[in-house]
């Protein structure tokens, strides 16, 4: 699976949008993008994937570029309980027996009131 | 809720001690991935199964095991504990097919005295 480059941290004002960049250059055409996110010690929680296309639901959209080596995942209202360590993962998604998540390092984003 | 539940949700034993964790997966759901997370360290995938097979191994020590029943619950057997074992454990779910995203648990939190 591909490698990914995230920030290690980043800070938003309450109510404003999150957006939080990943880079990964060495994505394959069949590996898709997911994002999770980890509250202080919770299981981590999906939010979203995507292959190519634009991709949004009820927690956030996410934007890949034409290229697909980088993506940007926006949460369009952010709240305190959003403050969470965000995870971007590059994985390939095929039937049968979805492959393992890597985790990285993520992005640890402090909303502020 | 996302319908992954670990049991127990604490766990406080001995070093040299063996202990069980155990996952239920989200209906329907066929993989099963175990992770660990430790203070200091990230969220390191240890195994996965798939319909009752084991489908990748990670970081895992040898002193650590794992099975898929038929019913496709799963267990995590952690044999002759040390200090450094204490961590938290988390259990994630996937179908398999189609769709996907892994859902995870909330986790057992392992302290190793």
């Known amino acids: 699976d591909a490698k990914t480059t995230q920030p290690p941290s980043m800070d938003c004002a309450e109510g404003r949008a999150a957006n939080l960049p990943c880079n990964h250059s060495?994505?394959?055409?069949?590996?898709?993008v997911y994002w999770y996110r980890q509250i202080h010690s919770q299981g981590p929680q999906y939010i979203i994937h995507?292959?190519?296309n634009n991709e949004t639901n009820e927690m956030a959209s996410l934007i890949i570029t034409e290229d697909r080596k980088s993506s940007t995942l926006i949460l369009p209202h952010a709240t305190l309980r959003d403050t969470a360590v965000y995870y971007c993962?590059?994985?390939?998604?095929?039937?049968?027996?979805?492959?393992?998540?890597?985790f990285g390092t993520g992005t640890l984003l402090a909303v502020q009131p | 809720d996302s319908g992954v539940t670990q049991t127990p949700k604490h766990l406080i034993t001995a070093t040299g001690q063996r202990v069980t964790l155990r996952c239920s997966p989200r209906?329907?759901?066929?993989?099963v991935y175990w992770y660990q997370q430790s203070l200091d360290q990230g969220l390191q995938f240890l195994i996965q199964?798939?319909?009752?097979?084991?489908?990748a191994k990670g970081n895992i020590l040898e002193r650590f095991s794992a099975q898929q029943f038929p019913d496709l619950h799963s267990e995590l057997n952690l044999s002759s504990l040390e200090l450094g074992d204490s961590a938290l454990y988390f259990c994630?779910?996937?179908?398999?097919?189609?769709?996907?995203?892994?859902?995870f648990g909330q986790g057992t939190r392992l302290t190793v005295v």
């Open positions: 060495t994505i394959s055409g069949n590996e898709y």
């Open positions: 994630a779910s996937s179908l398999g097919t189609g769709r996907t995203e892994a859902f």
């Open positions: 199964y798939y319909n009752g097979e084991e489908r």
């Open positions: 209906s329907g759901d066929l993989s």
């Open positions: 993962i590059v994985r390939v998604a095929r039937g049968g027996a979805t492959n393992k998540l890597i």
């Open positions: 995507g292959l190519k």
